[in-house]
């Protein structure tokens, strides 16, 4: 399986506070992307981080790749309340398979 | 960006109706089409992938003559629960990409619930 594992499993912060999440994977990869899930809805996509790419921004969100540690972290910045939602990475090779997400709470 | 859309949002039936569920790209040819299903509060679960054409491939467990998948053209693919009943109840999710190595673009979703 190229699944993601993302963690923490949930996390509750202020806003205002950043948010950092993390993913790890088993195989290499080519890309790696990231997803936001708002809660009775289909996933948005925000983020592609190629494999030779260490660090990619866009707005208030910063994605961070370690092919050496099979790993990837998505920081986002200065949270709001309609940040609340879960977040989950997938990697490519043929098709798309999510773990288990992180659900952020942004807390107003 | 890229759009697909996804029909009904909902649906609520009695057991044993077939529902069919329409996943359409709308401003791109998705040249494969995933369909999952969500339990409240899990993650997405990869039912099956299929490629315009060609027989959907189905994920282990997944019975293929229960859902029915059509990926007839480069911007539609269906979904169809046969013979429904309440443990087929969930969120069904269709997304759909152009080509490898690309993001998906997901529909917003089926709430399917059997009574």
């Known amino acids: 399986s190229q699944q993601g594992e993302e963690d923490p499993q949930a996390l509750s912060i202020q806003e205002g506070e950043n948010a950092t999440m993390n993913c790890s994977y088993k195989?290499?990869?080519?890309?790696l992307q990231w997803y936001r899930q708002n809660s009775g809805r289909g996933l948005v996509h925000l983020i592609l981080?190629?494999?030779?790419?260490r660090e990619k921004h866009s707005g208030r969100l910063r994605v961070t790749l370690d092919t050496s540690k099979k790993s990837s972290s998505l920081l986002i910045t200065a949270s709001r309340a309609a940040d609340t939602a879960s977040y989950f990475c997938a990697t490519d090779v043929l098709d798309m398979r999510f773990g288990a997400g992180t659900r952020l709470t942004v807390k107003p | 960006g890229a759009v697909v859309s996804q029909h009904p949002s909902r649906v609520i039936c009695k057991s044993g109706t077939s529902v069919k569920i329409e996943c359409r790209s709308l401003?791109?040819?998705?040249?494969?089409m995933f369909w999952y299903r969500q339990f409240p509060k899990q993650s997405l679960m990869l039912m099956a992938t299929s490629n315009e054409g060609s027989k959907a491939t189905y994920e282990q467990g997944v019975e293929k003559d229960k859902f029915l998948i059509n990926h007839a053209s480069l911007t539609l693919s269906t979904l169809t629960v046969t013979s429904a009943h309440p443990e087929d109840s969930s969120f069904y999710i269709c997304?759909?990409?152009?080509?490898?190595?690309?993001?998906?673009?997901f529909g917003d979703g089926t709430r399917l619930s059997i009574l």
């Open positions: 195989t290499s990869i080519n890309n």
């Open positions: 981080i190629r494999s030779n790419e």
């Open positions: 997304s759909a990409r152009d080509r490898a190595n690309q993001p998906q673009h």
């Open positions: 401003d791109f040819q998705a040249t494969t």
